[in-house]
């Protein structure tokens, strides 16, 4: 078992008791206090953030001008569509760069829109959307989670989510949900499968303008700072990653962190875990 840190480099075999000395102890309390000193003026001086934000840049691979996307913070993750002409590539560039990588998995939505290659559908059984889902995850290497690209009808069908759920926890991937659809059931069967999961606060960008955007952040930073923690999600436009570029940096002043979305995910697993475990350990009168 490792040592505590109290008794870290202790040998209790070898220790001897040493004689009291006056002089020894006065200069060990001068230390004491200097080096208390000391810390307390470094934790002074360090940022003490209220809140943390995660944001999610879907949509990439298509577009070779995407690149710029990697001009952000490494701790912005990017959700990359499957079987694009750069989706193994990025994936590998975010991953060099030490940014979390996600599946940014195309399904079928209510209005009938244009998916993609590699989309779930609902005429798919559990095999083929196994099937698919794997194949999505061979073109997107690093990728440690999924959220779904579109899927106003797919999220909203039992069958196919337990499908999605089941090769998700196989391949131990956490979930998170885009929220395309008030409707989804998705959250609730991750839950039930035991996969690690959430679910985005606020889309950005769904129009590219300033003015929409501040306003949208500003709703973000709101609800970190209401619930500790916020997930939001974004677009590889010129104008978005323009305004991110600004606005980001800003997030230290106003004490919110800017954190990875595999550092949230984790709460939410041990969360899981410890839910778990109280439930086992529920006795009986």
Same mark, same amino acid.
């Given at each position: 078992?490792?040592?505590?840190?109290?008794?870290?480099?202790?040998?209790?075999?070898?220790?001897?008791?040493?004689?009291?000395?006056?002089?020894?102890? =006065?200069n060990n309390n001068n230390i004491v206090?200097?080096?208390?000193?000391?810390?307390?003026?470094?934790? !002074?001086?360090?940022?003490? =953030?209220?809140?943390?934000?995660?944001?999610?840049?879907?949509?990439?691979?298509?577009?070779?001008?995407?690149? &710029?996307?990697?001009?952000?913070?490494?701790?912005?993750?990017?959700?990359?569509?499957? =079987?694009?002409?750069?989706? +193994?590539?990025?994936?590998?560039?975010?991953?060099?760069?030490?940014?979390?990588?996600?599946?940014?998995?195309?399904?079928?939505?209510?209005?009938?829109?244009?998916?993609?290659?590699?989309?779930?559908?609902?005429?798919?059984?559990? %095999?083929?959307?196994?099937?698919?889902?794997?194949?999505?995850?061979?073109?997107?290497?690093?990728?440690?989670?999924?959220?779904?690209?579109?899927?106003?009808?797919?999220?909203?069908? +039992? !069958?196919p989510m337990q499908a999605t759920m089941?090769?998700?926890?196989?391949?131990?991937?956490?979930?998170?949900?885009?929220?395309?659809?008030?409707?989804?059931?998705?959250?609730?069967?991750?839950?039930?499968?035991?996969?690690?999961?959430?679910?985005?606060?606020?889309?950005?960008? =769904?129009? %590219?303008?300033?003015?929409?955007?501040?306003?949208?952040?500003?709703?973000?930073?709101?609800?970190?700072?209401?619930?500790?923690?916020?997930?939001?999600?974004?677009?590889?436009?010129?104008?978005?990653?323009?305004?991110?570029?600004?606005?980001?940096?800003?997030? #230290?002043?106003?004490?919110? #962190?800017?954190?990875?979305?595999?550092? !949230?995910?984790?709460?939410?697993?041990?969360?899981?875990? &410890?839910?778990?475990?109280?439930?086992?350990?529920?006795?009986?009168?």
């Open positions: 078992m490792k040592p505590s840190i109290l008794l870290a480099g202790y040998n209790h075999s070898n220790s001897q008791v040493k004689p009291y000395n006056h002089f020894n102890t =006065h206090r200097l080096i208390f000193s000391l810390v307390t003026t470094l934790l !002074l001086s360090l940022p003490v =953030h209220a809140a943390n934000i995660a944001l999610i840049i879907d949509d990439m691979g298509y577009r070779k001008q995407d690149v &710029e996307a990697f001009t952000l913070p490494a701790e912005v993750t990017f959700a990359i569509l499957p =079987h694009t002409p750069f989706s +193994t590539t990025y994936a590998k560039k975010a991953a060099a760069q030490h940014r979390d990588v996600m599946l940014h998995m195309p399904m079928e939505a209510l209005a009938g829109n244009r998916l993609g290659p590699g989309a779930l559908t609902a005429s798919m059984d559990n %095999q083929a959307i196994q099937n698919t889902l794997n194949d999505a995850l061979d073109s997107v290497p690093h990728a440690i989670g999924l959220n779904n690209h579109m899927g106003s009808k797919l999220t909203q069908l +039992t !069958l089941a090769f998700l926890r196989q391949q131990q991937l956490f979930f998170i949900d885009s929220r395309t659809t008030r409707y989804s059931k998705a959250n609730k069967i991750a839950t039930r499968f035991g996969v690690p999961n959430t679910h985005r606060q606020v889309f950005l960008d =769904h129009f %590219q303008n300033q003015k929409h955007m501040q306003a949208q952040f500003d709703r973000l930073v709101r609800i970190a700072r209401k619930y500790n923690n916020a997930i939001g999600i974004a677009h590889p436009y010129p104008q978005t990653l323009s305004f991110l570029q600004q606005q980001l940096p800003k997030l #230290q002043d106003m004490q919110i #962190q800017l954190i990875p979305v595999s550092r !949230l995910m984790q709460e939410k697993a041990l969360a899981m875990t &410890e839910s778990v475990a109280d439930n086992t350990n529920v006795g009986s009168d």
